[in-house]
């Protein structure tokens, strides 16, 4: 009793089997307190797949949902969000609707990376950094 319910997967996120049927927690926490679906997908505001009290959720659109990412994917070679490394120097790049939006070459990756953060706060509606 006041434990957890369900278990947390691999990717971080918590799911419960109800019945037949098993459910991502986020998405049960937002039915209870909404009495409904979410419409579009649970975004955790801060980032916490783990985090899902009802302040840190919200119903949002895929495109925005992926616009919160907060960390670089498994296979960045520079570990940093919008970063890479081309003939020795570093630059940035964005998405934005689809499109990308080269923001420059650097001389660190860490430029290359306050550059992308600056452009993300501006240009990514979903953006909680």
């Known amino acids: 009793m006041g434990g957890c319910a369900g278990f947390q997967r691999g990717d971080g996120f918590i799911q419960i089997r109800l019945g037949r049927r098993s459910h991502l927690a986020h998405r049960l926490a937002w039915l209870y307190v909404h ?8 975004d955790h505001v801060n980032g916490g797949k783990g985090d ?6 919200r119903d949002v659109p895929r495109n925005l949902n992926q616009q919160n990412m907060r960390r670089a994917h498994k296979r ?16 940035a790049r964005i998405a934005i609707n689809d499109a990308e939006v080269w923001l420059g070459r650097f001389d660190t990756a860490q430029q290359a990376h306050e550059a992308y953060l600056a452009a993300k706060r501006q240009m990514h509606d979903g953006c909680t950094i």
């Open 35 to 42: 009495g409904a679906w979410p419409k579009g997908e649970i």
């Open 52 to 57: 899902n009290r009802i302040a840190n959720l």
């Open 76 to 91: 960045s070679r520079s570990g940093l969000l919008g970063v890479g490394k081309r003939d020795g120097r570093w630059y």
